[in-house]
């Protein structure tokens, strides 16, 4: 099981990232995928998640509308749209996939992508 992330980098406020996860080694479709996020000094954070059905689950007091999470289960990615970006979104930002299959519970990591937005 793989998940890549990319899109990360240096940005300034005010301006947008594009993060996406690619998934591989598992049936993509069937598992809830998100992202998460560490900041230096930190504990991670959740940041917004979207089921299999596509229903989205948003940490709405980090993001207040600002992000959105979309995924393309032909593709087997999900992506997290950044607009507006402010100097505290600055953190490693982590995909995640998981699911509940039968009597298991799988709990898939990428590796983190950095984003930096300076003021």
């Not at 793989?2 to 300034?12: F, I, K, N, V």
């Not at 953190?91 to 983190?112: E, I, K, M, S």
Request: proline fraction near 2%.
């Amino acid at each position: 099981v793989q998940l890549q992330a990319y899109g990360g980098g240096l940005a300034q406020a005010g301006d947008s990232l594009r993060l996406s996860c690619a998934a591989s080694g598992i049936s993509f479709s069937r598992y809830t995928a998100g992202w998460f996020r560490q900041a230096p000094g930190k504990e991670r954070e959740f940041v917004a998640a979207i089921r299999y059905s596509g229903n989205v689950i948003t940490n709405t007091d980090a993001v207040k509308g600002r992000f959105t999470i979309s995924r393309d289960n032909a593709e087997n990615t999900v992506s997290l749209q950044m607009n507006s970006l402010k100097p505290e979104d600055t953190a490693v930002y982590y995909c995640n996939c998981n699911a509940h299959l039968g009597f298991r519970t799988y709990d898939y990591w990428g590796q983190g992508t950095q984003v930096t937005v300076s003021s």
